[in-house]
T-cell receptor, first 114, second 112 residues
Framework: DVKVTQSSRYLVKRTGEKVFLECVQDMDHENMFWYRQDPGLGLRLIYFSYDVKMKEKGDIPEGYSVSREKKERFSLILESASTNQTSMYLCASSWGRNQVGELFFGSGTQLSVL | AQKVTQAQTEISVVEKEDVTLDCVYETRDTTYYLFWYKQPPSGELVFLIR??????QNEISGRYSWNFQKSTSSFNFTITASQVVDSAVYFCALTGGFKTIFGAGTRLFVKA
């Protein structure tokens, strides 16, 4: 079974704090993604990575950064958390270079910034 | 730029009715992939189907069927004889290059 594990299910942080969201996948997938999900807006792509140490901006990268030092791990960093970053964060991974596989999702991290 | 539009925000049907969820996409890529995912009330997204841009064959899987039409840039999803367990949010997604983007989702309510 493919597993994408996100380190926390719920997280409460204060404005201005630095926040790390961790994601690990165990299927040797090349591609990893971070999305945020907000009611009425669907899933919006923050950052993605198609290889170790490679990262690409998604549609809403402002206020976020990422790190992919190892193939199986993709971290999302909120440098200085703000209340508008309160959201459900979803990590996903997929196989694929010339072909593209479906995304496998983690359970999500509900982040509240107070 | 890539874009996925799911114009239906919410749909409510009575059990056993057929229902179609619409998905319209935009992309400049000639090679791309289209997906449907289901997010039940439990929250975890589940993959339903993948279709590449060169394969316009429609697909049927049990009560589910998908209609892919490149001419109208649409990839619609039909549930036949809906059941209460079909109640969920359904997302259409597009992958071009390595980037996957999603539509806003359609929330389906199936009433007994």
């Amino acid at each position: 079974d493919v597993k994408v594990t996100q380190s926390s299910r719920y997280l409460v942080k204060r404005t201005g704090e630095k926040v790390f969201l961790e994601c690990v996948q165990d299927m040797d997938h090349e591609n990893m993604f971070w999305y945020r999900q907000d009611p009425g807006l669907g899933l919006r792509l923050i950052y993605f990575s198609y290889d170790v140490k490679m990262k690409e901006k998604g549609d809403i990268p402002e206020g976020y950064s990422v790190s992919r030092e190892k193939k199986e791990r993709f971290s999302l960093i909120l440098e200085s958390a703000s209340t508008n970053q309160t959201s459900m964060y979803l990590c996903a991974s997929s196989w694929g270079r010339n072909q593209v596989g479906e995304l496998f999702f983690g359970s999500g991290t509900q982040l509240s910034v107070l | 730029a890539q874009k996925v539009t799911q114009a239906q925000t919410e749909i409510s049907v009575v059990e056993k009715e057929d229902v179609t969820l619409d998905c319209v996409y935009e992309t400049r890529d000639t090679t791309y992939y289209l997906f449907w995912y289901k997010q039940p009330p439990s929250g975890e997204l589940v993959f339903l189907i993948r279709r590449n841009s060169f394969d316009e064959q429609n697909e049927i899987s049990g009560r589910y069927s998908w209609n892919f039409q490149k001419s109208t840039s649409s990839f619609n999803f039909t549930i036949t004889a809906s059941q209460v367990v079909d109640s969920a949010v359904y997302f259409c997604a597009l992958t071009g290059g390595f980037k996957t983007i999603f539509g806003a989702g359609t929330r389906l309510f199936v009433k007994a």
